[in-house]
């Protein structure tokens, strides 16, 4: 997802452009790291682990606790960690901010898979505003994430041909747009964000 995303903010404007010097150099790059990860990802999903995980998901289990018990107690715990979490937003670090992030992206995975367990149209409602706050969280806070990690991988990339100067003049490009996003923008977004979710009754009373 990261190359992906890396790709379409930063590879393909350049490509576009078909001025840039080093564009198809960095896009070669880029590609062949993708592809890469596709095939680790194939692996995965073919591999006896996983198989092994979904049949023990699967499986019943003798003395669980019904679903719906174990979600609300696991919903809840997470909702109230991520606003206890999401407090004063604005002063979290980076690195704090990131963790919000990735809980924000656990809690909306999980009311989106679990979602048909809701009862009501009302419950439900407020399913989808919890989804959509969530979303909105998640990909506000990604997009400083996005940023540092472009930076970073554009780094990586000119080091490997740093005799390559339309690489490097490519990748420093690349780079300009990377770090060129307004992170008070961001962060007043995410807290509108958070702060609809803060008023979002209970999924699961």
């Not at 992906?4 to 010097?21: A, I, K, S, Y």
């Not at 409602?125 to 997009?143: F, M």
């Not at 990586?156 to 300009?176: I, K, T, W, Y």
């Amino acid at each position: 997802r990261d190359l992906d995303v890396f790709w379409q903010l930063h590879v393909q404007p350049l490509l576009e452009r078909g001025t840039v010097g080093g564009a198809q150099a960095l896009n070669l790059i880029v590609q062949n790291k993708r592809a890469k990860a596709y095939e680790d990802l194939r692996a995965a999903l073919n591999s006896a682990r996983l198989r092994t995980l979904l049949f023990e998901l699967a499986e019943p289990r003798a003395h669980a606790a019904p679903l719906d018990r174990f979600l609300k107690r696991r919903v809840s715990a997470r909702l109230r960690q991520l606003i206890k979490q999401g407090k004063n937003l604005r002063h979290l670090t980076a690195p704090q901010r990131h963790r919000l992030r990735i809980n924000a992206k656990k809690l909306r995975y999980c009311a989106e898979f679990f979602g048909s367990l809701l009862e009501t149209k009302k419950v439900r409602a407020r399913q989808i505003a919890l989804i959509n706050a969530l979303s909105v969280l998640q990909d506000t806070l990604g997009r400083e994430q996005d940023s540092q990690n472009a930076h970073h991988q554009l780094a990586q990339m000119a080091q490997l041909d740093s005799d390559n100067c339309a690489l490097v003049f490519a990748a420093g490009m690349a780079a300009g747009v990377a770090l060129n996003f307004d992170l008070d923008a961001c962060l007043g977004q995410a807290n509108l964000a958070y702060q609809c979710m803060r008023r979002i009754k209970p999924l699961w009373a």
